[in-house]
């Protein structure tokens, strides 16, 4: 997919790897198959198809029909891949090792862990079960987008090394956008669209978008094929990349730079200075060019890059994000290279921002806040007064007044607590009162804000007190 980085011939030639492999021998497909099932396969299939639809590293797909007369997709997986991945997996760990040895500055990179990580995610894409998991959740967030079709799973035609899902006639996009370069635009709106939903709605996202998994039907909706390669995202990374998305479009480096500092894996050793210097450095060209040039993927690559270079530990579902962008801005540039999709990306973000501030998810942040202020409220105190006792009575000895300085500890962790739960109160009463709703949502704001307002007087009047007594 990176034409921009290899020469075409090597392109042409690594594009087979996407569904043109060499396929395996019918007869080692129908054993997988009978050996899974424990039955003949013309006792579970009318008709299956020989040649295969495709062939590629982890499976090869036939096309069959059920007993019930169901045209159905079966994927089967080809034999021996543990085997196959760990001797894979164990040949670049030692090359990696060697060149750490002949080149220590390559330990700063942390290749062991990219390769343990590249083992987890062959691992999940050969879990057909994790599969069949994926396909299910991006049904139902194709509820809403009518333009884009999943396959379903049949359960009870699905085992180990066998997935079948339904069938539906297609063509490949880069084929189908030789024949119709002007419905590209549109098809890749619909895919950036789907790829933006299910990542902030879903928190689940497609990794491996490359032509070969994306087919065109013949009613004109698209096909997404082949959810072995996904990823997860928790809800807190998720809000750190609206942020950092929304900061890459406006061209703002600092809350770029910051937003990736959230979602990232720090540590002691990260020489903060350097790497902000090394983020405005990545983000410059961002500032000074024109914004429909952008490259999200190449973006976050450099953000990437500059982070591993600061010991930043990239957390992986962002380094596996990017390869998913920056395939699909690959696959942009092929099938629609004159397509604006940067401002596909600001509608987008323009549009989960919205949905973002909804009375509901307000609603329901605002009660996991509560919560988490009540167990700090609750557990500081004791907590505070555990660990000094633990200290008082280690090996440092009894420290003087140590006693005094938990008390006074814990009454201020007290207070800041107060203080915060007085904040949230004050914020959550703006927001009702922000709201298109009136009646009670007014007054319950109105409410909020003057008990809050009232809670972080006492607070400083007691802080005002403590003050002048000490």
């Not at 540590?267 to 000074?288: H, N, P, T």
């Amino acid at each position: 997919m990176r034409r921009d980085l290899i020469p075409e011939q090597y392109a042409n030639e690594l594009a087979l790897l996407h569904d043109q492999l060499p396929a395996m021998p019918f007869d080692l497909v129908r054993s997988i198959i009978e050996a899974e099932f424990g039955l003949p396969l013309t006792k579970l299939f009318s008709e299956f198809s020989e040649a295969p639809l495709g062939a590629a590293s982890i499976a090869q797909v036939h096309k069959a029909t059920t007993l019930d007369g169901r045209v159905v997709a079966v994927k089967v997986q080809r034999p021996n891949l543990n085997l196959v991945i760990s001797k894979d997996i164990a040949l670049l760990t030692h090359l990696i090792s060697l060149g750490e040895m002949l080149m220590p500055q390559l330990r700063s990179l942390e290749l062991h862990r990219v390769v343990n990580e590249f083992a987890l995610s062959l691992q999940r894409e050969i879990d057909f079960t994790h599969e069949a998991r994926s396909i299910l959740i991006f049904r139902a967030a194709m509820s809403e987008c009518p333009e884009l079709w999943v396959p379903d799973v049949l359960n009870s035609y699905s085992r180990g090394a066998v997935l079948t899902m339904t069938f539906s006639e297609g063509e490949r996009i880069d084929l189908y956008a030789q024949k119709h370069p002007e419905k590209m635009p549109e098809a890749m709106n619909s895919l950036l669209r789907l790829m933006l939903k299910t990542i902030f709605e879903n928190g689940l996202f497609h990794a491996d978008p490359h032509p070969g998994n994306v087919f065109v039907l013949p009613d004109g909706r698209l096909a997404l094929l082949d959810f072995g390669n996904t990823g997860e995202l928790d809800e807190p990374m998720r809000e750190s990349l609206a942020y950092l998305l929304e900061a890459v479009i406006a061209g703002d480096a600092r809350a770029a730079s910051e937003a990736y500092l959230e979602m990232a894996l720090s540590s002691d050793e990260v020489d903060r200075a350097a790497l902000q210097m090394d983020m405005k450095a990545a983000l410059y060209e961002i500032r000074r060019s024109d914004l429909n040039a952008i490259s999200i993927g190449a973006t976050f690559e450099a953000l990437t890059q500059a982070g591993t270079r600061n010991r930043v530990r990239n957390p992986n579902e962002f380094v596996l994000l990017t390869r998913a962008v920056l395939i699909m801005e690959s696959m942009i540039e092929q099938l629609a290279p004159n397509h604006d999709y940067i401002a596909s990306f600001r509608e987008q973000i323009s549009r989960l921002t919205t949905l973002h501030f909804s009375k509901q998810r307000i609603a329901d942040k605002t009660t996991r806040l509560a919560r988490e202020l009540e167990r700090l409220m609750l557990g500081a105190p004791s907590d505070t007064r555990r660990i000094l006792r633990r200290v008082a009575e280690g090996n440092l000895g009894r420290l003087p007044r140590l006693e005094s300085m938990g008390e006074r500890l814990s009454r201020n962790l007290e207070r800041l607590a107060g203080a915060i739960a007085y904040a949230a109160l004050v914020i959550s009463g703006s927001m009702l009162l922000l709201t298109a709703e009136g009646d009670w949502h007014h007054t319950l704001g109105e409410i909020m804000i003057g008990v809050g307002i009232f809670g972080m007087a006492i607070t400083g009047i007691g802080v005002l007190r403590s003050r002048h007594t000490r």
